[in-house]
C-alpha cells in the first residue's frame, strides 16, 4: 500500500471489512462499494480468504486480480484443491488472474509499484519475468547501484491464469521494453512457448535462466511454486534454437539484459582487447577463448598504427598491452579503441581499466568522446569495460554506464557476460503442414510400434530415412 502511494499516478483504494481509514485514505468494506471502475485488484490477504474476494472481484467486474498471498499449490494437497477452485471460478467468469504466490509486478513508467519491493526500480528499458520474488527485488538493489534499469517487473507466481506466453506477447509489443529478461522455473506449454519466443526474438533480445535442471534444485522449485519437471538439455537446445540467450545464474541474467541494452547483440565472436596489465589481459583472453569467442592477432599494418601510441615496451598484437605508463593513458587508450573500431578486424572491444586507468578522469571522458565519435558516425560495433578498481573510482565506472558503455567487474564476469551477448542464428521457423492424427487403436499411455510411429512422421512431412523392419 505504502509503495502505490508513494509513485503511482493513479488512483488508490484500500478495501479492509475491520477499518475505516489506512494511511489516511477511505476504506472500503468489500470490492464493490468502491464508487469508481477498478482496473486492478491486488490481493495480500490470508488464503483462505481469498476465493471470497474473488467472488466480490467478479460481482465488481473487475478485469484484472493478482493475488500475492501464498498457501495454495505449492503447499500441497489442500492449497492444490483452493486453487483449482480459483481457476475454475476465474475463467469461468473471465477474470484473468497473475499469481497466487507471487512477488507482484512493477511499472516504472505509469509509478505502479504492486509488490512487496522496497522501491520502484530507476527506469529503463529491461522488461524482467520472474518466479522468484527475491529477484524482484534484486532488480530494485541492481537499478539503485546504477547497473540497469527496468521498464517493467513481472512475477509469476504459480501462474493459474497469466503466464510467460502471454506476457512475451505483451512485451513483444510494448514500446519501452528493449530487452526481456526471464527467470523461470517451469514452462507451461512447450511447444506454445517455443513458438512465441521465436518471433519475439526477432524484434527484441529476450535472456533466459530456467532453473530446476537437476534433481534436487527441481524438488525445491516444485516446494516453491509448484513448478513441473523438464528435460534441461531438451529446454536448453530449445531455447537456443529459438535465438534465446540462456544464461546458468541470476547475476548473469541481468548483467547480459543490462548489456544488451545498451549494446547491440554481438554479430561475431573476434574480440579486441586494450589493457594497462599484461597478467588481467592474459585471463581475459583465456576466458573469452574458452567461452567460445576468439581474440585474434592483429594484421602488421594496424599493430602498426597502434604502436604510435602506445610505449614501446607495450604490445600492439592483441591484447594491445599500454603498460604502466599512466602518462600515456589519456591518449593510448582512445587512440586504439579508435583504430579498433574503424578495422574490419575485430567485431567488439573490450577495455580492461585497472586501478591507475580506472581512475584518471581524462581516460574516461576521452574513451567516453571516442565511443560517442563512433556512433555518431553510424559505427555501432560493441565497446565494454572489464572493471578492475576500488570505490574511490566509482564515479568514474557510473560515467561510462550513463554514457551507454556497460561495466563488468574484473574478467569472469566480463568474458562471461560477453559470451552471452552472442547474436543466435535460428533456423528456419518449422512449420507443421499436416496435424498429425492419432491412431484410432492407440491406447492412451500405451506404446506406438515403430512401424506406425516412422509412418506418421513420413505423412506429416518429417525426413525420415527408409526403413526396413522385420
Not at 468489500?30 to 471502475?37: G, K, Q, T, Y
Not at 547501484?145 to 497469466?162: R, T, W
Amino acid at each position: 500500500m505504502q509503495n502505490l502511494m508513494d509513485d503511482f499516478v493513479g488512483d488508490v483504494y484500500p478495501v479492509n471489512p475491520t477499518q475505516e481509514k489506512i494511511f489516511g485514505k477511505e476504506c472500503y468494506p468489500l470490492v464493490a462499494d468502491i464508487p469508481e471502475p477498478i482496473d486492478l485488484a491486488i490481493i495480500t490477504t490470508p488464503f483462505n480468504t481469498v476465493e471470497k474476494i474473488i467472488d466480490d472481484c467478479i460481482k465488481a467486474n473487475i478485469s484484472t486480480a493478482m493475488i500475492i498471498s501464498g498457501g495454495f499449490s505449492e503447499t500441497g494437497e489442500q492449497g492444490k484443491l483452493l486453487e483449482e477452485q480459483l481457476i475454475f471460478k476465474t475463467r469461468e467468469n473471465g477474470l484473468r488472474v497473475l499469481g497466487p504466490n507471487c512477488f507482484g509486478i512493477i511499472n516504472t513508467r505509469s509509478g505502479l509499484n504492486a509488490s512487496y519491493s522496497l522501491g520502484l526500480p530507476k527506469p529503463g528499458g529491461v522488461s524482467l519475468i520472474t518466479q522468484s520474488g527475491a529477484y524482484g527485488m534484486a532488480a530494485y538493489t541492481r537499478s539503485i547501484q546504477g547497473e540497469i534499469g527496468f521498464s517493467k517487473v513481472i512475477a509469476l507466481g504459480n501462474k493459474i491464469d497469466i503466464n510467460e506466453i502471454d506476457l512475451l506477447n505483451y512485451l513483444r509489443n510494448d514500446k519501452d521494453t528493449q530487452v526481456i529478461a526471464m527467470l523461470l522455473e517451469s514452462v507451461s506449454d512447450g511447444r506454445a512457448f517455443y513458438e512465441e519466443l521465436y518471433k519475439t526474438t526477432d524484434e527484441k533480445p529476450v535472456v533466459i535462466l530456467k532453473t530446476g535442471r537437476n534433481k534436487a534444485s527441481h524438488r525445491a522449485a516444485v516446494s516453491h511454486t509448484a513448478a513441473l519437471a523438464n528435460d534441461s538439455e531438451l529446454t536448453k537446445a530449445a531455447l537456443l534454437q529459438a535465438g534465446a540467450h540462456v544464461v546458468d545464474d541470476g547475476e548473469t541474467l541481468l548483467d547480459v539484459a543490462a548489456t544488451l541494452e545498451k549494446q547491440l547483440e554481438i554479430s561475431g565472436n573476434r574480440i579486441g582487447i586494450i589493457t594497462n596489465s599484461g597478467g588481467t589481459g592474459v585471463e581475459l583472453t583465456d576466458l573469452l577463448e574458452e567461452a567460445g569467442l576468439d581474440v585474434p592477432l592483429l594484421s602488421e599494418k594496424l599493430q602498426t598504427s597502434i604502436k604510435q601510441h602506445i610505449p614501446d615496451v607495450g604490445s600492439s598484437k592483441n591484447p594491445i598491452d599500454v603498460t604502466t605508463d599512466w602518462s600515456r593513458f589519456e591518449t593510448a587508450y582512445p587512440c586504439s579503441l579508435k583504430l579498433l573500431l574503424d578495422s574490419d578486424e575485430v567485431d567488439s572491444v573490450i577495455l580492461v581499466l585497472l586501478q591507475r586507468s580506472a581512475l584518471m578522469q581524462e581516460v574516461i571522458t576521452n574513451v567516453i568522446d571516442e565511443y560517442h565519435l563512433a556512433r555518431n558516425s553510424n559505427n555501432n560495433k560493441a565497446v565494454y569495460v572489464c572493471w578492475v578498481a576500488g570505490a574511490e573510482a566509482e564515479h568514474n565506472r557510473k560515467r561510462l554506464i550513463e554514457n551507454g558503455i556497460p561495466c563488468h567487474n574484473w574478467p569472469a564476469r566480463c568474458a562471461r557476460t560477453l559470451s552471452n551477448c552472442i547474436k543466435r542464428l535460428k533456423p528456419s521457423a518449422c512449420v507443421i503442414k499436416n496435424n498429425i492424427k492419432k491412431p484410432d487403436d492407440l491406447v492412451a499411455d500405451s506404446w506406438l510400434d515403430i512401424i506406425s510411429c516412422l509412418s506418421l512422421m513420413e505423412s506429416s512431412e518429417f525426413n525420415v530415412a527408409p526403413w526396413l523392419y522385420t
